[in-house]
């Protein structure tokens, strides 16, 4: 049926909502969190150095899976030298000091060799992958789920497609392998299986890198999707009646990864008067869309 005979039939458009991995878990974990962050788009002023050194690891990563894409052939110390580049950007932009220089460099190094051994498996196929995918409509509503893949492949010789995400680690743990990022990424390119690849930061560690294999059965990624389609409902349901219908949930200010909620000042202040909450805003929180095409 095309789009103009399904206005035509609903009697009005159909409402739109898109949602990437972190709106999902946002709305799923405290309503106002969602709110803060997807109406309001705020996030916290200032950024920590553990995430920078995520960011700086990831971009090493990205460049030489383009590379790799662009011209397939490269000899070791071709691929040393992106990375190199990138952490020696890092230190003159003060990020790392001399010793973390040059701890960077041999780990990045040591990684290079590693994942070599790696790479006879596989064939890379995309890198940083966008994408937008219909989740579910009917005469009313358009549910899209969006994301970003860190790098698409195809496992040889079976020629099945996969997905993998890098994740840095400065401790030894195991990501839950069934969060809404990874059955999202199966579901998006209709696959099975996907591999985590654990980029460890540990000093004192003869095996800091690990690839690891996750397998989603069909019936997993079913629920998955509509226990996701459920979220949004939930959440359009709530966008009529403003902020007031997006409550806190008090019990996941402080069950965060890395510490408290950042928004707890906002939340912990929504009492006072509404000069004293603006001032809050300004001074510790700033607008930023982080969409996954950017």
């Not at 990424?185 to 800091?208: C, H």
């Given at each position: 049926m095309r789009e103009s005979?399904?206005?035509?039939?609903?009697?009005?458009?159909?409402?739109?909502?898109?949602?990437?991995?972190?709106?999902?878990?946002?709305?799923?974990?405290?309503?106002?969190?969602?709110?803060?962050?997807?109406a309001e788009k705020l996030v916290r002023i200032g950024s920590k150095r553990a995430y920078e050194i995520g960011t700086m690891v990831h971009d090493i990563m990205h460049r030489v899976t383009r590379a790799k894409l662009n011209r397939r052939i490269f000899t070791?110390?071709?691929?040393?030298?992106?990375?190199?580049?990138?952490?020696?950007?890092?230190?003159?932009?003060?990020?790392?000091?001399?010793?973390?220089?040059?701890?960077?460099t041999v780990k990045y190094t040591q990684y290079v060799s590693w994942f070599q051994?790696?790479?006879?498996?596989?064939?890379?196929?995309?890198?940083?992958?966008?994408?937008?995918k219909l989740l579910y409509e009917d005469m009313d509503v358009i549910f899209a789920y969006e994301g970003r893949i860190d790098l698409v492949l195809r496992i040889e010789p079976a020629g099945i497609n996969a997905w993998a995400d890098y994740k840095?680690?400065?401790?030894?743990?195991?990501?839950?392998?069934?969060?809404?990022?990874?059955?999202?990424?199966?579901?998006?390119?209709?696959?099975?299986?996907?591999?985590?690849?654990?980029?460890?930061?540990?000093?004192?560690?003869?095996?800091?890198?690990?690839?690891e294999p996750i397998s989603h059965p069909s019936g997993l990624i079913e629920q998955w999707k509509q226990d996701t389609i459920r979220t949004y409902r939930d959440?359009?349901?709530?966008?009529?009646?403003?902020?007031d219908a997006f409550e806190r949930n008090r019990s996941a200010c402080d069950s965060g990864k890395f510490g408290n909620c950042p928004f707890i000042p906002i939340?912990?202040?929504?009492?006072?008067?509404?000069?004293?909450?603006?001032?809050?805003?300004?001074?510790?929180?700033?607008?930023?869309?982080?969409?996954?095409?950017?």
């Open positions: 005979e399904r206005k035509r039939r609903s009697g009005k458009n159909r409402l739109v909502l898109a949602m990437d991995s972190q709106a999902l878990n946002a709305a799923q974990v405290c309503k106002r969190l969602y709110y803060l962050t997807k070791q110390a071709q691929l040393l030298e992106i990375g190199y580049k990138v952490i020696r950007r890092a230190h003159l932009r003060g990020l790392l000091d001399e010793d973390a220089l040059v701890f960077h051994n790696q790479e006879r498996y596989y064939k890379p196929l995309g890198n940083e992958v966008r994408f937008s840095t680690q400065g401790r030894d743990y195991s990501i839950y392998t069934n969060r809404n990022q990874f059955l999202g990424y199966s579901w998006a390119i209709d696959t099975n299986i996907g591999f985590i690849i654990y980029y460890g930061l540990q000093k004192e560690k003869s095996d800091p890198f690990r690839l959440v359009l349901a709530r966008i009529p009646f403003g902020e939340c912990d202040n929504s009492w006072v008067a509404p000069p004293v909450q603006e001032g809050i805003r300004r001074n510790f929180f700033k607008e930023s869309d982080w969409t996954p095409w950017k």
